[in-house]
């Protein structure tokens, strides 16, 4: 079956546009995750959902950085105003869910933003 | 806290010696481990899990971890290496009920003829 999806794949903004990052995670899978990946870093937490409730946004940098998935399923990040140190991978990952143990975090490919 | 302190940002082997890739956790709970591997231009692929079952943890592709609680580490190992193994591989760290994955900095591992 599919995995999980992420579009666009690329994406330039000129600073202080808009953006908006999609992501389309494995069907069925209750818990969603996004990532932001600098270079030459690894992955750092942004903001997780389980369903439609956003239940941990302490990873978010500011608060221009604004994630929604309105009814459980596809998953949107939006950042205003865009800054030059926005430049980075965003990645999207989902799992089954559930807090009593571990579910493997399935990962899209990323969305690489750069910001001139 | 948790992090993981990945002790190379790069390794170099040939093509059929062994691999060492090293990790060291810390961890105020006992701790899930788990390493994944980044292809370029590829989504992140989990290559294994430990969740306080066997300290002996294998994987995907030949690839197995040993941890070793009074040491803090979860190095991982593989017996030849083989070209398709050249990637960019995080150790990761969480803990039960502790949704969110705390990554390390990577190693690259270089793999030649």
């Known amino acids: 079956g599919a995995g999980v999806s992420q579009s666009p794949r690329y994406k330039v903004a000129k600073r202080g546009q808009d953006v908006a990052l999609r992501c389309d995670p494995i069907s069925g899978h209750v818990s969603l995750f996004w990532y932001q990946q600098a270079l030459g870093q690894g992955p750092e937490f942004l903001t997780y959902f389980q369903n439609e409730a956003q239940l941990d946004k302490s990873g978010l940098p500011s608060d221009r950085f604004f994630a929604e998935r309105p009814e459980g399923s596809v998953s949107t990040l939006k950042i205003q105003r865009t800054q030059q140190e926005d430049s980075a991978v965003y990645l999207c990952?989902?799992?089954?869910?559930?807090?009593?143990?571990?579910?493997?975090?399935?990962f899209g490919p990323g969305t690489r933003l750069t910001v001139l | 806290a948790q992090s993981v302190t990945q002790l190379d940002s790069h390794v170099s082997v040939s093509e059929g010696t062994p691999v060492l890739l090293r990790c060291n956790y810390s961890s105020s709970y006992s701790p899930s481990l788990f390493w994944y591997v980044q292809h370029p231009n590829k989504g992140l692929q989990l290559l294994l899990k430990?969740?306080?079952?066997?300290?002996l943890v294998k994987g995907i592709n030949g690839f197995e971890a040993e941890f070793k609680k009074s040491e803090t580490s979860f190095h991982l190992t593989k017996p030849s290496a083989h070209m398709s193994d050249a990637a960019e591989y995080f150790c990761v760290v969480t803990f039960v009920g502790f949704q969110k994955l705390v990554f390390g900095t990577g190693t690259r591992l270089l793999v030649s003829p």
């Open positions: 430990y969740t306080s079952a066997a300290t």
């Open positions: 990952a989902s799992s089954l869910g559930g807090v009593s143990s571990y579910n493997e975090q399935f």
